[in-house]
């Protein structure tokens, strides 16, 4: 079973400023990746699919690379409604889909 | 729109049985898989299983098969989990969402499990 782990678990970043958060696969799941912004007592919202392809009505602000095994989500400006919790998960190959443990955004 | 709306909260004693769905809308229902996906308190996401409605075909994940059932009613565009015995670590928001990558999801259903 694949593994999917995110790094950091906590990134503390100032508004304004760019986060760089991490997403590695213990083996390839070619370009089968998405991520997720997850805010309490909300939904968890799609923000990238196909690694690098935002879905509908995301700011561009939000960028994904990578493929293979080491995948980046980019926010490129932090705005305060950006502070969260992010997801990867893969869906190459399934079942299973993997979830990776996420990273929570946190205000600096 | 595209929605899922997913059943109330629930709150259950060790043992008892519960079923909760999810019912899709402004879409083809039958053409989309439906996944579920648990958040335990204070923890992250984790896929259970998925159902693809237009010929019941179910995939779940090794940590819950056997432990729940996924089902899907085309008939009212709906889908299901189904516990047949609650544990207290069943204690978790249960969220559908729409296909592989989840580009609709469900508000969430709180489960409670307590004696």
């Known amino acids: 079973e694949i593994v999917m782990t995110q790094s950091p678990d906590t990134l503390s970043v100032s508004p304004g400023e760019r986060a760089t958060l991490s997403c590695r696969a213990s083996?390839?799941?070619?370009?089968?990746l998405a991520w997720y912004q997850h805010k309490p007592g909300q939904a968890p919202r799609l923000l990238i699919y196909?690694?690098?392809t935002r879905a509908t009505g995301i700011p561009a602000r939000f960028s994904g690379s990578g493929s293979g095994t080491e995948f980046t989500l980019t926010i490129s400006s932090l705005q305060s409604e950006d502070f969260a919790v992010y997801y990867c998960?893969?869906?190459?190959?399934?079942?299973?889909?993997?979830f990776g443990g996420g990273t929570k955004v946190e205000i600096k | 729109e595209v929605q899922l709306v997913q059943s109330g909260a629930e709150v259950k004693k060790p043992g008892e049985s519960l079923n909760i769905s999810c019912k899709g809308s402004?879409?083809?229902?039958?053409?989309?898989?439906i996944a579920w996906v648990r958040q335990m308190p204070g923890k992250g996401l984790e896929w259970m299983g998925s159902?693809?409605?237009?010929?019941?075909?179910?995939r779940y994940s090794p940590s819950f098969q056997g432990q729940v059932t996924i089902s899907a009613d085309k008939s009212i565009s709906t889908a299901y989990l189904q516990w047949s015995s609650l544990k207290a670590s069943d204690t978790a928001m249960y969220y559908c969402?729409?296909?592989?990558?989840?580009?609709?999801w469900g508000k969430g259903t709180t489960v409670t499990v307590s004696s």
């Open positions: 402004g879409y083809n229902f039958l053409t989309s898989w």
């Open positions: 196909g690694a690098s």
């Open positions: 969402a729409r296909g592989v990558y989840m580009d609709v």
């Open positions: 159902i693809y409605p237009a010929d019941s075909d179910t």
């Open positions: 998960q893969h869906y190459n190959n399934w079942p299973p889909l993997i």
């Open positions: 083996q390839s799941v070619r370009s089968n």
